[in-house]
């Protein structure tokens, strides 16, 4: 199980302690897509390339949440694999495995979105306010609540 850095905060539940209604979930990820950044809309471009064997795709809103992850203002990004439709045979992200997706974090530094880790889990919920939580499913069957605010920031390399 991969392990990161800005996700030692958590709080740890089962996955069959979820019941099947929170599997439908009420999705709200912020800005629709064509009020994302332009540093935003690159990245997902990539991540698409990278993802998709004809590198041709398109995240849905499951997969991209710019939002404020450590509380200075600014808009950060996390994306989901899980939430990329590829148009080729696979349909699914390369980065995706039968349940689980790379996750990766971005914090913004000025224009750009700089990435902060990457794990792998994926994304049951999301409540942006009054500061964001993630309910992340874990590849050990647990469900991890992730408060991107309490978290440590890693250190820059």
């Known amino acids: 199980m991969i392990r990161s ?3 030692q905060h958590r709080t740890r539940t089962s996955i069959s302690g979820f019941m099947t209604a929170s599997l439908l979930l009420f999705w709200t990820s912020g800005a629709s897509a064509s009020l994302y950044s332009k540093a935003t809309h690159y ?3 990539q991540q698409i390339k990278a993802g998709c064997v004809d590198g041709v795709g398109r995240f849905d809103h499951k997969g991209v ?10 808009l950060d990004l996390v ?8 148009s080729d045979t696979m349909a699914r992200s390369s980065k995706c495995d039968v349940q689980f997706c790379s996750i ?9 979105l700089k990435k902060q880790d990457e794990f792998v889990g994926y994304i049951l919920s ?3 306010a009054p500061e964001p939580v993630f309910d992340i499913a874990e590849i050990d069957g647990t469900v991890t609540q992730w408060h991107p605010r309490a978290s440590h ?3 820059h390399p």
């Open 43 to 45: 990245l997902i471009d």
């Open 153 to 155: 920031t890693p250190t």
């Open 5 to 7: 850095t800005l996700f």
């Open 104 to 112: 990766l974090v971005y914090f913004r530094q000025g224009k750009l």
């Open 79 to 86: 994306l989901s694999h899980q939430g990329l439709h590829c």
């Open 65 to 74: 949440f710019e939002v404020d992850l450590n509380g200075d203002g600014k």
């Open 126 to 128: 999301f409540r942006a």
